[in-house]
């Protein structure tokens, strides 16, 4: 039954704001221009058995690289044992074929500061950055799951991966990235950025393991495969930003393959905002869930013109999932009230999802706001699912559903409280 709408006349004004729906282009990001001399690692002394560490060899070559005016730092065939170093501008890090970089996980001898263990590869304020090659940088997880799982509350923070902080003209390709003791990939607050044909695996029940974690504008990701155990990709809208430019915007994701993990999320924070994402032609299977946007009401923001199209999923817990109420739904929609004058809840509108197949899946979908913030303009088209159980829209308005069909195991096929929903 479709029950009415309870929103205030301040968060009407809010969402039909002027100016905040308008989408913005999505060129393909700059590349980054890299000068065409070569730095190899075993040239500074790295030995390629696994066992050296080899980090003083690392900052060596980055360091002669940086003081030539960039360059490629080569990472030749080999097992090169190392602990965190950084890379800068005008530099690419090349892991050929057969070459693996191995991070050192000897918890006695890795750096740590107050905040915990310090991440592995590292950037800061570069520009023209890349890391390729047809080779892999392996975390070396295991030790650190291990003892995050024996401590959850009290284990220091683990290695991030690759870190890339406020970094322009980044590409990262064909590398495979695996195993990281916590997030594998982060370019955060990162301009023209491409990532391509990279993999990134962990086991699934590696914990915090997330795959990609961007954040920033002019983002191309494309052929890319993941394989991780928490969110495949998580675009963090954390922050800063507003409402005439968004934390996040011009976000490309397509021809992408999603296995075990969390899906292609937003969130779990959104204050700083996002506009403007594109996903096309990408294949989940396994994941928890699809499409995915999480925030709670005290640390949610305005996202806005996302568009999904052509994604087909299979055996996926919930295809579409978007929620105002990250980490916990409530048990029951009817029993949390609004809030008067929140202005720091989620505001998720103007999404279109349109060609998407979803079978053998948990549930059919979700999509929940909170009463005082509800989901809106949200049109979907061409859209096939099959499901245990149904469809569940609660605080919405202007939904729209066109040429759908679903299918469940049992009970009813939608859901509806304080929505208001067509086409189905």
């Not at 000897?106 to 950037?123: C, E």
């Not at 950055?129 to 799982?149: C, H, M, N, V, Y």
């Not at 996040?248 to 296995?259: R, S, W, Y």
């Amino acid at each position: 039954m479709i029950k009415p709408l309870l929103c205030s006349a301040a968060v009407v004004a809010l969402l039909l704001a002027p100016g905040l729906c308008q989408a913005v282009g999505n060129a393909d990001p700059a590349l980054p221009v890299i000068p065409p001399r070569i730095f190899k690692i075993t040239d500074f002394g790295a030995k390629p058995d696994g066992a050296t560490l080899n980090t003083d060899a690392f900052e060596k070559a980055v360091a002669a690289c940086t003081a030539a005016g960039g360059g490629t730092v080569l990472v030749p065939a080999g097992q090169y044992l190392t602990g965190p170093f950084a890379l800068g501008s005008g530099m690419r890090l090349r892991v050929e074929k057969d070459a693996t970089i191995r991070i050192d996980n000897d918890f006695s001898r890795y750096p740590k500061g107050n905040k915990g263990y310090a991440n592995s590869i590292t950037a800061d304020k570069a520009h023209d950055l890349e890391i390729s090659g047809e080779g892999t940088i392996d975390g070396q997880g295991e030790p650190w799951w291990k003892a995050f799982r024996a401590d959850k509350t009290g284990f220091p923070h683990r290695p991030f991966m690759v870190v890339l902080t406020d970094c322009t003209r980044v590409l990262v390709k064909d590398v495979k990235l695996v195993n990281s003791p916590s997030f594998h990939l982060a370019p955060a607050r990162c301009t023209d950025v491409t990532i391509d044909h990279v993999t990134i695996l962990a086991p699934a029940d590696a914990p915090n393991t997330d795959a990609l974690d961007p954040s920033g504008w002019n983002f191309l990701i494309t052929r890319c495969l993941f394989d991780v155990g928490d969110d495949n990709i998580a675009v963090k809208a954390g922050g800063p930003g507003t409402p005439a430019k968004p934390s996040c915007g011009n976000i490309v994701v397509k021809d992408c393959t999603f296995l075990h993990g969390h899906g292609l999320s937003i969130g779990g924070q959104t204050p700083g905002g996002l506009r403007n994402m594109r996903v096309s032609n990408c294949t989940f299977e396994g994941t928890t869930a699809g499409i995915r946007m999480k925030a709670s009401r005290a640390q949610g923001g305005l996202v806005e013109d996302l568009r999904y199209d052509h994604i087909t999923m299979k055996k996926v817990k919930n295809p579409i999932f978007i929620t105002s109420y990250y980490p916990k739904l409530p048990s029951k929609p009817e029993e949390d009230p609004a809030q008067p004058s929140n202005t720091k809840g989620p505001i998720w509108r103007n999404i279109v999802i349109s060609n998407l197949t979803a079978t053998e899946c948990g549930d059919a979908g979700t999509i929940w706001g909170v009463p005082e913030l509800p989901v809106s303009n949200v049109k979907l088209s061409n859209i096939r699912i099959s499901a245990k159980k149904g469809l569940r829209i609660f605080n919405a308005r202007e939904i729209q559903f066109s040429n759908t069909e679903i299918t469940v195991e049992k009970g009813e096929k939608q859901t509806f409280h304080n929505a208001k929903v067509t086409g189905l």
